[in-house]
């Protein structure tokens, strides 16, 4: 009877090496194409947040009304005020929110402090008697991770046309006509620049318009 021949020291290395090979490019592949996922994943939460972000703030800003929220040092009316970091009107809230009325609305580039910026908008009740607005909460936190931003204001010139932009809203007795914010997200997402424009009409309250000096100069209430 011939004994059965069985494999050498050296063949069975070699069907090792050669199964280790083939589990290592398996292995490579399923870890390439679960980043792959994860990337995509997180490349669409990121564009939902801003696509939210940007939806909200241009339907806000198409809503600002020309109510005061305040006076400068002339006692003039302060309808709309911003620079290049921030921003403040008064808008009513979108849903079940806008049973408090129209809201004075501060959104704002905040430092979160790991060397980026957090974009947030704090909301403010306006009392019926034309007191201090009544801040409502904490504020809510639009969108994160932002490396660096900057927003900017369009108005018209004393001939009715369209200004230059300005990093600052010094005329605070009226609305700009547009409002720009460009941010620098990072990453593989880019935030479209956003430029919003005002919907009621931005001359609205140069026309002596002073709700609250006209309130203390006739005695209404």
């Known amino acids: ?114 060397d980026g910026y957090r974009l947030e908008v704090a909301l403010a009740l306006l009392p019926p008697d034309g007191g201090d607005p009544q801040p409502l909460g904490e504020p809510e936190v639009l969108l994160r991770g932002i490396r660096k931003g900057a927003f900017a204001f369009r108005g018209l010139d004393e001939q009715g046309k369209p200004g230059d932009w300005q990093d600052a809203w010094t005329d605070n007795r009226r609305t700009p006509s547009l409002v720009r914010i460009a941010l620098d997200v990072g990453g593989n997402v880019a935030f479209p620049t956003l430029v919003a424009p005002l919907r009621i009409d931005p001359s609205a309250s140069r026309n002596g318009f002073t709700l609250s000096r006209t309130r203390r100069t006739t005695g209404i209430r």
């Not at 589990?23 to 947040?49: F, H, K, N, Q, W």
């Open 1 to 114: 009877m011939r004994h059965a021949r069985g494999f050498s020291l050296m063949e069975v290395l070699a069907a090792l090496a050669l199964l280790t090979i083939v589990l290592l490019g398996v292995y490579s592949g399923i870890s390439t194409a679960t980043r792959i996922v994860r990337g995509g994943s997180a490349a669409i939460e990121r564009m939902d947040e801003i696509r939210s972000a940007q939806s909200y703030l241009r339907t806000e800003l198409a809503q600002a009304l020309v109510i005061p929220f305040g006076e400068n040092d002339d006692g003039d009316p302060i309808v709309f005020s911003g620079d290049d970091h921030s921003l403040r009107f008064v808008a009513p809230m979108p849903g079940y929110l806008s049973r408090l009325g129209p809201q004075l609305q501060t959104v704002s580039l905040v430092g979160d402090g790991k």
